[in-house]
Nanobody, 127 residues
Framework: QGHLEESGGGLAQAGGSLRLSCVAS????????LGWFRRAPGKERNLVAA????????HYADSVQGRFTISRDNAENTVYLQMNNLKPEDTAVYYC????????????????????WGRGTQVTVSS
């Protein structure tokens, strides 16, 4: 059973930066698409950013385009989310996910659940 563990969350001021990391284990990392999702209080969990297995294709939610960058290091089994120019509305629990299909990862209404999820890390942005 695959395992994902997030780190790097915390408190930041508006305009500041944080970098989230997610380390994977117990599955073939380099074959999987990876994504970051977030759930704000009282809202649904939504896709923030995704990256294909090779790193050659990325996708961003409109709300973070130009501010967040997703990247991966297949040698270290790690995916990152660099978050710059943070806003209070970025406050949420951020989750790392992995799936064998990039298409499923970015689907608006996926037909099945993603393969693996982390437990999440809290990001709080103060104004």
């Amino acid at each position: 059973q695959g395992h994902l563990e997030e780190s790097g969350g915390g408190l930041a001021q508006a305009g500041g930066s944080l970098r989230l990391s997610c380390v994977a284990s117990y599955f073939t990392f380099e074959k999987y698409a990876l994504g970051w999702f977030r759930r704000a209080p009282g809202k649904e969990r939504n896709l923030v950013a995704a990256i294909s297995w090779s790193g050659g294709t990325t996708h961003y939610a409109d709300s973070v385009q130009g501010r967040f960058t997703i990247s991966r290091d297949n040698a270290e089994n790690t995916v990152y989310l660099q978050m710059n120019n943070l806003k209070p509305e970025d406050t949420a629990v951020y989750y790392c996910a992995a799936d064998i299909s990039y298409g499923t990862m970015v689907a608006v209404r996926p037909t099945r659940g993603l393969d693996y999820w982390g437990r999440g890390t809290q990001v709080t942005v103060s104004s």
